[in-house]
């Protein structure tokens, strides 16, 4: 594929953050938008264009075939099957799609330059390229940084250059592509049969998380899904689109959300997926994976299929797009402590809910008990009752009886989450 670099003199560039800052670490990988405002708009292009159809092999409910039925585009589809984005594609006005359609398709092909042939106003430069940037979940190669250049007589983006990380292009893409739906396939195939709906959810949350560290220092993509999923070091946009792709290609209706987590310098993403009672949960993967919990077989449910006002309890903001309605999660009754029964009003209630937890789930691999409370102050009085009156000890005792452990009943650790009145009890083996 022969490529020709457009040079732009940049007169001016922007910096903004995407993706970043999830939990108590930090995402600092800066995505930058610079506008060539004296250059005139310029119609070559680079590289092949491609016919090529999408490798995927997994259903979506939101019926992706209905999405490009009658597809009238002289770009591929493939772009929307392949990155899960259905539920955008399906809310953006005509000119957004063929913005959006010919530089998702110039970056499949991995084109330094993408001319637009409707284009977009200047004053939207960097909305519509977080759009693009948010929308690649898939095409884990794109980089943090655009160039446009913009026609002086319109004022209208009609080009853009991208950056990419590192590939050496057509010839690094497609083998990056093929691993990633291998490893998607793979996770998929292996949910085991007869699995509800809500243990089907639970089955991915919980693979992703146990098979992924938070780290933007490791693997070669940590900012990716194929970095979640095939190298096993992500950050938060790594999470949620690992996490958007597999609910894509299990067949769930999904969508993906940035906003502001606990630190305001930085955006943090999430994920949103359709249940068959018909309401939208929240599933932020990241919040349940802590970086400060060093146990590998670590898993966590704050955040695992709850509401907008649930999450914005402790996330800082959520933010709105510019081109579609993002979903709204006004339910919780899909919620992990819900379903599990885990919810405790009493001291009394939360001994009978742990003891359960130790009877039927905890094992030499699994050792969390898990409770939720009506609010914080509830929650550390009874765990105080509870630790004082040797209940917890009681707890461990049984948990070793039945499942053949060794875990110290004298010692554990817990933690706390204040805003959404949730404890963990973390179990340590005998020294």
């Given at each position: 594929m022969s490529k020709r670099l457009i040079c732009l003199i940049l007169a001016f560039s922007m910096m903004m953050t995407?993706?970043?800052?999830?939990?108590?670490?930090?995402?600092?990988?800066?995505?930058?938008?610079?506008?060539?405002?004296?250059?005139?708009?310029?119609?070559?292009?680079?590289?092949?264009?491609s016919d090529a159809t999408s490798?995927?092999?997994?259903?979506?409910?939101?019926?992706?075939?209905s999405v490009i039925a009658d597809w009238s585009y002289d770009f591929d589809s493939s772009f929307i099957t392949e990155n899960g984005i259905e539920y955008v594609w399906e809310r953006l006005d005509e000119d957004t799609r063929i913005n959006l359609g010919e530089i998702m398709n110039a970056i499949r092909e991995g084109q330094i330059y993408c001319s637009l042939s409707v284009g977009f106003p200047n004053d939207e430069r960097d909305a519509f390229l977080t759009l693009v940037s948010n929308c690649c979940t898939f095409y884990c190669w794109i980089g943090t940084s655009f160039s446009v250049a913009v026609d002086q007589e319109t004022n209208m983006v009609k080009s853009v250059t991208i950056n990419y990380r590192g590939i050496d292009y057509e010839s690094d893409i497609q083998p990056i592509m093929n691993e990633l739906e291998l490893k998607l396939q793979e996770i998929v195939s292996g949910i085991p049969d007869?699995?509800?709906?809500?243990?089907?959810?639970?089955?991915?949350?919980?693979?992703?998380?146990?098979?992924?560290?938070?780290s933007d220092t490791d693997g070669t993509s940590p900012f990716s899904a194929y970095g979640a999923l095939v190298e096993g070091y992500a950050t938060?946009?790594?999470?949620?689109?690992?996490?958007?792709?597999?609910?894509?290609?299990?067949?769930?209706?999904?969508?993906?959300?940035?906003?502001?987590?606990s630190d305001e310098s930085v955006t943090h993403k999430w994920n949103y997926v359709m249940c068959e009672d018909g309401h939208w949960y929240i599933i932020d993967p990241t919040w349940d994976d802590p970086s400060d919990i060093t146990d590998l077989n670590?898993?966590?449910?704050?955040?695992?299929?709850?509401?907008?006002?649930?999450?914005?309890?402790?996330?800082?903001?959520?933010?709105?797009?510019?081109?579609?309605?993002?979903?709204?999660?006004?339910?919780?009754?899909?919620?992990?402590?819900?379903?599990?029964?885990?919810?405790?009003t009493t001291a009394d209630e939360a001994y009978e809910i742990l003891k359960e937890q130790a009877e039927s789930s905890i094992d030499s691999t699994r050792r969390c008990f898990y409770l939720k409370f009506e609010s914080s102050e509830a929650m550390r009085e009874i765990y105080e009752t509870l630790r004082s009156d040797s209940k917890l000890s009681d707890v461990i005792k049984t948990a070793n009886a039945v499942a053949g452990t060794d875990y110290q009943t004298s010692s554990w650790s817990r933690t706390f989450n204040d805003e959404l009145g949730i404890l963990t009890i973390t179990l340590k083996e005998a020294e």
């Open positions: 995407v993706f970043s800052g999830c939990g108590q670490a930090i995402d600092n990988e800066p995505a930058t938008t610079s506008s060539a405002s004296d250059t005139a708009d310029s119609t070559d292009s680079t590289g092949d264009s490798d995927s092999t997994g259903d979506s409910s939101s019926d992706a075939s007869g699995l509800s709906e809500f243990e089907t959810l639970k089955y991915l949350h919980d693979y992703l998380i146990l098979n992924c560290d938070y938060c946009q790594g999470y949620a689109d690992a996490m958007h792709l597999l609910l894509n290609r299990a067949g769930f209706e999904t969508m993906f959300v940035t906003g502001i987590g670590f898993v966590g449910y704050c955040y695992f299929l709850i509401s907008d006002e649930e999450i914005l309890k402790d996330h800082v903001a959520k933010h709105e797009s510019d081109y579609y309605e993002t979903p709204y999660a006004d339910s919780m009754d899909m919620n992990f402590f819900n379903v599990m029964g885990y919810y405790a």
